[in-house]
């Protein structure tokens, strides 16, 4: 992984030494996690609340465990000011006075942790800004949009362990080599073709939907013989890691809209470690990420822990989704 993050970085802004060892670290957490995964229930318990086990000892749920490794590793590099997670109300602040050059950290620790209890794949998303100036920390200090994000990735738990990764020069993935434990390069240059047939979404949420994304449903539905002219598939793995992963492997489109259902949130899905990393990702290889609206990354955040509406990958679909939104 570091061979190949420094060779991308060579040929352009050179050697980002200290992002180097970030994304190193990271990828420390993703491997301790991912054995802690692999452990199943033996490792605490799955996405269940806090319970006890035979024993009576106090077992904690994966995400705890995963956000407790995460910033044991990660929010010990000398570098990181803050790190934001899905699993902690407040921005943790690693240091008193942040300076320009410092980084934030955004992480959700264990993405589709409901898919633990029926042993399906999970994983660990993340995004990297580094500060402009010095700052004050305050929450609105780390309310920072996506396009100003340096890296991104997400690890996968699934049959083998994967890291995917961007620092802005394309996306590379990763599978971790049991016996020499590193991340080595298994597939360069991801790209999402420009075109699909097979979307993602949870069509239990159907009678909630917007207009413009049951029109798009129901043209996908109708196949051939449809507006479409094309049959399409589905899958929907209730985990973003699982189905964006597939998306960057054989293409395809992601839909969690905001809904009448979760409006009153703005959505489902967290803007700064779930939309924003995988827009980055998304949008590097070649595909599209948009609230329906526009570019999820140009999003102005008002919290940390906000959400968003999601579409995401194949580019030619989500220019399609948009132009019904604008309608
Ligand atoms: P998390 O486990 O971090 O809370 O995230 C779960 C997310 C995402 O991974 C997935 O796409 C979506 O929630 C699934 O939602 P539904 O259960 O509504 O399908
Ligand atoms: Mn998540
Ligand atoms: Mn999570």
Known sequence: MTQTTLRQQFQTTGVDTDLMILMEDIATACRMIADRVRHGAFAGVLGAAETENVQG?????????????????????????????EEVDDVNWRKVAPQAGDFVVYYDPLDGSSNLDVNLSVGTIFSIVRLGAAITPAPEAVQIKGTDQIAAGYAIYGPSTGL??????????????????????????????????EFAINASRYDLWDAPVRQYIDECLRGANGPRGKKFNMRWCASMVADVHRILTRGGVFLYPKDSGNAGQGGKLRLMYEANPMGMLVEQ????????????????????HQRVS??????????????????
């Open 164 to 197: 995917v990764i961007t620092t802005g020069h394309g996306v590379d993935g990763f599978t971790h080599h049991p016996g020499s434990g590193e991340f080595l390069l298994t597939q360069p240059e991801m790209s999402i073709p420009s075109e699909t047939q």
């Open 57 to 85: 000892e106090t077992q904690k749920e994966l995400d705890v465990i995963s956000d407790e490794i995460f910033q044991e590793i990660v929010g010990a590099n000398p570098n990181v000011a803050a790190l934001v997670s």
């Open 285 to 304: 290889a070649g595909g599209a990420s948009s609230t329906g609206y526009g570019r999820i990354m140009e999003v102005a955040p008002t919290g940390h």
């Open 310 to 327: 999601v579409i995401l990958g194949s580019r030619d679909e989500v220019a399609v989704i948009e132009s019904y939104h604008k309608d």
